[in-house]
């Protein structure tokens, strides 16, 4: 099977990305294949609590200082076949943290020997969160049924629209995109709306138009809802994979839901271990669900909630 | 009904092949309600994305595919027109089946518009004239340099180690407090980011992508890599949000990177350095942002959390 990557974000902070990153790992160690889980919320890392191991600081220190390699950063996490990258890289040198390391490291991950490496984002929607997220295989965003979440969502995934159109134009030598337009789409208090953007780069030329069709084709969501407490909001992953789909011209699929489950709290006070947490009777039918789901590419439909 | 264009209309309402009648009602019903008002959770986000026009028409999609898929004896009684009055749905459930009632109520917040109903039309958006607000100044236009990148960089070689991290970074002006509250002007993605490129010995050629955007770029600013100070702190001096603004900027750190990299709403750092105390509620989290905010600026954490949790305290 091809080395695959996917990549978990979501813009909102709290919405459990890195539980989703943790139990997709386990999830995936637990089919025999070989998994790198990343902590790439590299300022805020806090996925080796869950396993209950220490970050590797030094070994992660030593690879950027080109001291050793990025192999030797993998830590081992109690769960066979499962490893994890994980360190806080604030120490470096903040101007050239953000761009050169990160670069640098996604580069040396994609060498890595493993069947799926899982990237858990972080919050946020800060360029290189959105470059690592076109650059994966599987793209996957995390909600819950609130609507701050749902709002940041949204938001999300107009930049990496944006993003990705305004490289693919560039790249194709149309780099005059007006600053002041964009500066207003990627705005919370928009004085245009993203509908008429997209309109008004299709209206450059006919070459323009078609990057930008091809552009949204190629971009494809994996939505999960996380802490589901009614069934009732399951439903919300059906009009957002809906809306996603009309309004944003992407294509949406809707992986399926996590339920709230209070063991889950415990994982991140370090009262319980992932492992523990996956085996729940309630949990892991649908992480297998979900990850399945996602491996496939098929979806949920409104018959099978 | 050909297979096709069955399911083509299965999807128009997110079902699978394998949806029953019940299934089709229970769709049919959730994007009547989902989009017939801006106040569903779902919705409400894109108020202003998806306006009332786009809506009927989303709706007049969902009710062309629910009439083909149950017959026009499921016929949908709902008078799209009447968006804003309560409305009825009646779900017919086949032969002999009991009619069942279903009642939307629009929101109390709706009820109060007092806006004329639209006639239900199916004629094409036209695109709306795009307000541009010319008075707002590129202020990056005006510290641009033109750089051009030798030809030897770009083949990443002869390039001494000590220089080996290159920063290239558009200068761009820290918003000032009031855009930073509304923390609505996000600056245009390539300029907003410091853009490093590295010249690396053993760059495989598969990240040239990566790095392209960076050659791409007509315009860009060459920047010497700040040296930070180990503590560069007197042990005399209060750290104060005015001596962390000054450190930031001295290093040329913009709150909204800073942001980003420690993972904490900009906001707050701009909160934190203005002495906003009444905005900062939480003297425990505060404590920790100043300790994470003071050691990423290479201050010392202890002695800044010290300094600043004793002005908090007495000015609070
Ligand atoms: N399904 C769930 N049921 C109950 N609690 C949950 C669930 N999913 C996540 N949580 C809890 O929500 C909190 C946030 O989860 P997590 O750390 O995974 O979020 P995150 O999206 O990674 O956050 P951040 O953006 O800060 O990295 C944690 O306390 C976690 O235990
Ligand atoms: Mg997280």
């Known amino acids: 099977m091809k080395k695959e990557i996917w990549a978990i974000g979501g813009g909102k902070g709290g919405t459990g990305k890195s539980v989703l990153s943790a139990l997709f790992a386990t999830h995936a160690a637990g ?50 076949g499962l490893k994890l990258i994980s360190g806080d890289m604030r120490s470096f040198n903040p101007l050239s943290v953000k761009y050169i390391q990160r670069l640098k490291f996604y580069r040396h991950l994609k060498q890595l020997n493993a069947d799926i490496i899982i990237i858990d984002l972080g919050a946020g929607t800060g360029l290189n969160t959105l470059d690592s997220f076109l650059l994966a295989d599987k793209m996957i965003l995390v909600s819950t049924p609130e609507i701050t979440s749902i709002e940041n969502l949204y938001l999300f995934v107009k930049k ?47 070459e323009q138009e078609k990057i930008v069709t091809d552009g949204l084709g190629e971009i494809q969501i994996n939505l999960v809802m996380n802490q589901i407490r009614e069934k009732e909001f ?60 996602i491996s496939k590419g098929s979806d949920v439909n409104f018959n099978e909630l | 009904m050909k297979k096709r264009k069955k399911k083509e209309y299965l999807s128009i309402l997110e079902l699978g092949e394998k949806a029953s009648r019940d299934d089709i009602e229970n769709a049919y019903s959730h994007f009547v309600k989902l989009y017939s008002s801006e106040y569903s959770p779902e919705i409400h986000p894109l108020k202003e994305e998806i306006p009332k026009e786009e809506r009927k ?57 007092s806006e004329p109903v639209v006639e239900f039309e199916f004629t094409d958006e036209t695109i709306q004239k795009i307000p541009v607000d010319e008075s707002i100044d590129d202020i990056n236009e005006k510290n641009e340099l033109i750089v051009e990148i ?134 425990g989290f505060l404590r920790w942002l100043i300790k994470s905010y003071s050691k990423f600026l290479g201050l010392n954490e202890e002695k800044s959390a010290g300094d600043y949790m004793r002005r908090y305290r007495s000015k609070k």
């Not at chain 2, 904490?264 to 905005?279: D, P, Q, R, T």
């Open chain 1, 31 to 80: 089919k025999k294949r070989k998994v790198i889980l990343v902590d790439g919320d590299l300022g805020g890392a806090n996925l080796h609590t869950f396993f209950n191991v220490s970050p590797d600081q030094s070994s992660l220190n030593e690879f950027f200082e080109k001291k050793t390699d990025l192999k030797d950063t993998l830590i081992d996490t109690g769960v066979s």
């Open chain 1, 160 to 206: 990496v629209i944006v993003r990705k159109i305004k490289d693919m134009l560039s790249y194709e030598g149309f780099r005059d995109i007006d600053k002041t337009i964009l500066k207003s789409v990627l705005s919370n208090q928009e004085t245009i709306k993203f509908s008429d953007f997209i309109e008004l780069l299709k209206g450059m030329g006919k």
């Open chain 1, 234 to 293: 399951s439903k919300y992953g059906i009009s957002l994979k809906n809306i996603l789909k009309r309004h944003y011209n992407i294509n949406a699929l809707f992986s399926g839901c996590l339920d709230y489950n209070d063991k889950i709290r415990e994982l991140v006070n370090g009262s319980a271990d992932i492992n523990s947490v996956f085996q729940i009777d309630e949990i892991r039918p649908s992480i297998d669900f979900i990850s399945g789901n």
């Open chain 2, 57 to 113: 028409k989303i709706l007049s999609d969902i009710d062309k595919a629910y009439k083909a898929l149950v017959g026009e004896d499921g016929v949908n009684r709902i008078d799209f027109s009447a968006e804003f009055e309560p409305q009825e749905i009646i779900l017919d459930e086949g032969e002999g089946a009991a009619i069942e009632h279903v009642k939307i109520e629009p929101s109390k917040e709706v009820q109060e518009e």
């Open chain 2, 150 to 283: 030798p030809e030897s960089e770009k083949e990443y070689n002869e390039i001494p180690d000590e220089i080996e991290h290159q920063v290239i970074e558009m200068d761009e002006d820290i918003p000032d407090e009031d855009e930073e509250m509304e923390g609505s002007i996000e600056e245009e993605p390539e300029i907003s980011e410091p853009q490093v490129i590295e010249f690396e010995e053993d760059l495989p050629d598969e990240n040239v992508d990566m790095d392209g955007s960076i050659e791409e770029g007509p315009e860009i600013i060459v920047q010497e890599e700040v040296v930070v100070d180990k503590d560069p702190v007197d042990a005399d001096v209060e750290i104060t949000g005015k001596y962390l603004k000054k450190i930031r900027e001295s290093r040329k750190l913009k709150v909204r990177d800073i942001g980003e990299i420690l993972n904490i709403e900009y906001k707050s750092i701009v909160h934190i350095e203005n002495e906003k105390f009444e905005k900062l509620n939480d003297p």
